[in-house]
């Protein structure tokens, strides 16, 4: 399974497979990005995949240590993630495009939106549906009033995921827009 297919979003079932595939070999740092994934595109957490994941690893696997490292609490916390993180990236992970998201998560709430902006841009030329990356992408873009390109990340999700439960959320962001920009609108 590709990260996308070339016709488009992929399904929730080949999602599915893939993370049983993934966990029946023992990869589970990879079946934890690929739920991750998974979650980015529909909004939906496989509670039973994760169970089997974290019941198969350790407290020092990798699968632990990152899910501590995704909220880092202090700029120290969050160069040490990043650290974290970016040694993970070097392994051929099949989703490994999905610690772009993180690594972006990690540099927006530092307030390092040049390096946000390149990796949430990373993350999403490999997986242009993961729906939450692009919310979390406006919100820094909006942030950075860099309105128009926020404008266009919310309206890609429309587009593809109406029914995307994040979206619920987003109003707030896009009435600021509007009140910041009236003429854009």
Known sequence: MKAHSKLGIIS??????????????????????????????????????????????????????????????SKEEGEKSIKFINELAKQNLKHGHVLDVFLANIYGSQKNYPVAFSYFDRALSHNPFMASA?????????????????????EAVKDFMPSYNRLKFTKEMEERMKRLNPDFF
């Open 12 to 73: 929730e079932k080949q999602y599915q497979e893939e993370i049983e595939s993934l966990i029946n070999k023992k990869q589970y740092l990879d079946a934890f990005l690929a739920i991750h994934e998974y979650i980015f595109q529909y909004d939906s957490k496989p509670v039973e995949q994760f169970k089997k994941i974290f019941a198969a690893s350790d407290q020092n696997s990798q699968v632990y240590k990152l899910s501590r490292s995704l909220e880092p609490k």
């Open 134 to 154: 692009y919310i979390d992408f406006a919100q820094l873009l909006s942030e950075n009033y860099e309105t128009y390109l926020a404008w266009q990340c919310l």
